[in-house]
């Protein structure tokens, strides 16, 4: 098995035996209608109209868009305009929850003869790529290319975080019967799971489960991060590099999220949309940690609130894991599709940054060999030709360089700050 370079860092999955439980119903949900890579949906429904479980509530014609659905049954109250982490804003619908949580009537599984329909399905189920990135899974598998190798991503290597763990461990049937049904769709004569060692149970459990089924095969990856990087994943199960400007569907592949999976399997079978989500709760403010099922829309402060979260003491809150997630400032902020993980933290250590001692360390830790020092200084001259000749655009923004930096400078911010940089000059 072959490595890139990768860090350890701390696991802190206190949640690994935590059993995913339902929340009780909020009072409302705010579903924005924009949950992943691409363009937003715009509302098809109004202020006063009664919704149902599983029914859509926006959609577009765009290709790279994903329908949205309502995770509750009640009233739309209000269409509103919603911030996403990006900055920009999109449309949101906020729903006032009934608690009968009647089912619409479009609920109802889909008829797949061929791989228009099945394409078709996986747009319908309202699934976006659930490790994180959001990536349109309709787009993800209906490549151009054949397809010799299909790549489940079980890694899960950020701190913390035991959704996708959870999912595994409690719903590994549904997961091998997703995986049967995707192979055959697209005629995918290989499927690998990759899943971490320290994550020894689901190995054990899937390797007994698939002991008479030859094209699904579970290997056992290194307990580093970032794992579950798709290039990184790729490299560590294939040893095949994915080149600058380059997919992976171009060299035969596909990466899919263990939990991605897992949703489409529901979707074909019951023809329920995604509307829920498992999400690990936990930080050093949360007393009653765990994985919950939670409405898409649901807000985190009513999810801390059912964690017995001391909000008062919070100092950090985390949209996903501490190496990859991304700062909350609202505590009403809802759960999207892409939410795996609420971190609520008090003890945080913003350490001062000092001037780069040409250590090297960011670049030994980089996986994809980047040079962020160089980036930096780059970067400050504003000089884009540089940015491009030391590959910027191939960073992955996993944090290690900036977790590894004595000094503790901000790599990997700047390296995205960097990404931008390009990318408005090339508008222009």
Do not use: W
């Not at 860090?7 to 206190?14: A, E, L, S």
């Not at 461990?169 to 549904?174: G, N, Q, T």
């Not at 979707?267 to 999400?279: A, D």
């Amino acid at each position: 098995m072959k490595k890139l370079n990768s860090i350890k860092v701390p696991h802190n999955k206190n949640t690994k035996d935590c059993m995913i439980e339902k929340i009780p119903l909020p009072p409302f949900v705010k579903i924005p209608m924009l949950m992943n890579m691409g363009s937003p949906c715009n509302p098809i429904v109004k202020i006063k109209d009664t919704i149902s479980v599983g029914q859509k509530i926006g959609d577009s014609d765009a290709l790279f868009s994903v329908p949205v659905y309502s995770s509750v049954s009640g009233t739309v109250k209000a269409i509103s305009d919603y911030r996403i982490s990006d900055g920009s804003l999109c449309k949101a619908v906020e729903i006032e929850c009934d608690n009968l949580q009647n089912i619409s009537d479009s609920v109802k599984p889909s008829e797949i003869n061929s791989r228009e329909d099945f394409v078709k399905a996986v747009r319908e189920s309202g699934l976006s790529g659930l490790g994180g990135a959001g990536f349109p899974t309709h787009i993800k598998l209906n490549p151009k290319n054949k397809i010799n190798t299909l790549i489940v991503n079980g890694a899960e290597c950020e701190p913390y975080i035991t959704s996708d763990y959870r999912i595994m461990i409690e719903h590994a049937d549904e997961i091998i019967e997703g995986l049967n049904f995707i192979s055959k769709m697209l005629d995918i004569p290989n499927v690998i799971i990759g899943i971490e060692k320290n994550k020894p149970e689901a190995i054990k459990l899937f390797s007994e489960k698939l002991q008479n089924i030859n094209n699904i095969n579970v290997i056992s990856l290194p307990s580093l991060y970032p794992q579950g990087a798709e290039k990184v994943l790729i490299y560590t199960s294939l040893g095949k590099i994915v080149q600058e400007g380059k997919l992976p569907s171009d060299y035969g592949i596909i990466v899919i999220n263990v939990s991605t999976v897992y949703y489409l399997n529901v979707y074909f079978k019951t023809g329920m949309p995604l509307i829920n989500r498992v999400v690990t709760v936990d930080g050093d403010t949360v007393k009653k940690a765990g994985n919950y099922l939670v409405p898409i829309g649901t807000s985190f402060d009513y999810i801390l609130g059912y964690a017995q979260c001391e909000k008062d003491k919070i100092n950090k809150l985390i949209a996903g894991g501490m190496m990859m997630g991304i700062t909350v400032y609202d505590i009403n902020q809802p759960v999207s599709k892409i939410n795996n993980a609420i971190l609520a933290m008090n003890k945080i250590n913003i350490p001062k940054e000092i001037a780069c001692i040409r250590c090297g360390r960011c670049m030994n830790a980089c996986p994809v060999n980047l040079m962020p020092m160089e980036i930096e200084r780059a970067y400050k001259k504003k000089n884009t030709e540089m940015l491009l000749k030391y590959k910027v655009n191939l960073c992955i923004n996993c944090g290690c360089c900036t977790y590894i930096c004595p000094s503790k400078r901000k790599l990997a911010e700047t390296n995205q700050l960097a990404k931008l940089l390009i990318s408005s000059i090339k508008k222009k």
